[in-house]
């Protein structure tokens, strides 16, 4: 994953960001490997190109639609630390619950993947194989009074750039505008939606399940 911001008078933040690239690193199994490249104003592409001559193969334009399903979809709420997992998943069953009960959710084609890496995540999300991502370790770490690991900036900036560029929603736990300095220490939380239909749909059941979590 690669990032770049232009020269500017303060520290650069996410806000400031004018490139994105996200690409695979297949291991020898892999004959082929998927990238992402975005750049200010334009579209996010996604390419993919043979592993031993880098010939490519295909190039398009990826751009968001107005699908807000609920179910038939993959909806990860990262579990890294086993300390953590417990409660995230109370908060993952207390989410998925309310799209049940309000939305008319198939819980049986409600589907995990404990992708570990955010930058992997945010790729998938921008390419539609994701409804939503949420990272909200820092947060739930900050409430309970201990610490965890997080990602931060190089591990996700430009990630985050090319999800935007792509149509996805990308902000903070509680839907919060997301930027941060690209420091090596910052912590970074976030949840991303496919697109904007998706995160009109889901984020008020999630902030619930969030707010649930705050009172136990």
Not at 8 to 35: F, K, M, T
């Amino acid at each position: 994953m690669v990032s770049f911001a232009g020269p500017g008078a303060l520290a650069p933040r996410l806000a400031d960001l004018s490139y994105g690239l996200v690409s695979e690193i297949p291991d020898s199994r892999g004959g082929r490997y998927r990238s992402l490249e975005a750049h200010s104003n334009s579209p996010c592409t996604l390419e993919l190109r043979e592993l031993a001559s880098d010939t490519l193969l295909s190039r398009r334009t990826l751009s968001p639609n107005s699908d807000a399903r609920v179910d038939h979809g993959y909806f990860p709420f990262f579990r890294y630390s086993p300390d953590q997992r417990p409660a995230l998943a109370t908060i993952e069953t207390t989410f998925a619950e309310r799209l049940r009960v309000h939305e008319g959710a198939n819980l049986r084609h409600f589907f995990d993947d404990q992708y570990i890496s955010n930058a992997g995540q945010l790729f998938l999300l921008s390419i539609g194989t994701y409804r939503m991502i949420a990272d909200v370790r820092g947060w739930l770490a900050r409430r309970m009074g201990t610490t965890t690991v997080n990602s931060h900036p190089y591990d996700v900036a430009g990630a985050i750039f090319c999800a935007r560029a792509a149509g996805c929603v990308v902000d903070g736990p509680l839907g919060a505008e997301l930027d941060f300095e690209l420091d090596v220490t910052t912590a970074v939380d976030f949840v991303g939606f496919v697109n904007g239909a998706t995160a009109r749909r889901l984020r008020p059941h999630l902030d619930l399940a969030l707010e649930c979590a705050t009172r136990a």
